[in-house]
Nanobody, 117 residues
Framework: QVQLVESGGGLVQTGGSLRLSCVAS????????MAWYRQPPGKQRELVAL???????KYGESVRGRFTISRENKKETAYLQMNTVSPEDTGVYYC???????????WGKGTLVTVSS
């Protein structure tokens, strides 16, 4: 069973930066895709970014150019660097991991990011 633990959420001002971390336990880390999703208040959950085992990247349109996903295999940890944030970035950010896109997704409990005006 894969367990994911996020950290790094909090309050940040518009234009500021924040870095989220996700530690994966029980995973074959080199074979699993790591991803970040978020759910803004009153909206649907959306993909923020993902990184495959082969280090291929995908970003949501709203964050491309501002956010960066990375992974450190030795620490079995994924990161989300959030730059030039705006109030629209407010929401609960979830770490997710999966071996196959159509297979089971593992989820963290989420960490709240609030961007003030």
């Amino acid at each position: 069973q894969v367990q994911l633990v996020e950290s790094g959420g909090g309050l940040v001002q518009t234009g500021g930066s924040l870095r989220l971390s996700c530690v994966a336990s029980g995973a074959i880390f080199n074979l699993i895709t790591m991803a970040w999703y978020r759910q803004p208040p009153g909206k649907q959950r959306e993909l923020v970014a993902l990184m495959s085992p082969g280090d291929t990247l995908k970003y949501g349109e709203s964050v491309r150019g501002r956010f960066t996903i990375s992974r450190e295999n030795k620490k079995e940890t994924a990161y989300l660097q959030m730059n030039t944030v705006s109030p629209e970035d407010t929401g609960v950010y979830y770490c997710s991991a999966y071996y196959q896109a159509g297979g089971k997704h593992f989820w963290g409990k989420g960490t709240l990011v609030t961007v003030s005006s």
